[in-house]
């Protein structure tokens, strides 16, 4: 069975649902580094929303490389320590 691909407008709708679902997620991850890019802060979105890497680069458009980049870039940013879980942390913010 195929997968249907998401329109251009899906993907920005489902985007925009994610930021909404807690509004105030990225302006608290923001005051905690200030550091992060918004390509960083919307993989910090989805992955706190339990969101596979693959789909988040699917959603994204971009390689799952470019993911696995900005996730290893959060984890540094935010001081994670080695086997620390990325979305478990990020649901505390």
Known sequence: AKKKELTEKERENFSKSI???NPDFS??????????TPAEVKVAE?????????DIASLMRVSVRTIETHRDHLRKKLRLKKGQ???????TI
């Not at 302006?27 to 992060?36: G, I, P, Q, T």
């Not at 879980?85 to 649901?91: D, H, I, N, V």
């Open 19 to 21: 930021s909404m679902l």
């Open 27 to 36: 302006k608290r991850l923001l005051a905690r580094c200030a550091s992060l």
């Open 46 to 54: 989805m992955a706190r929303a339990n969101l596979r890497t693959k």
């Open 85 to 91: 879980s990325l979305a478990t942390f990020l649901q």
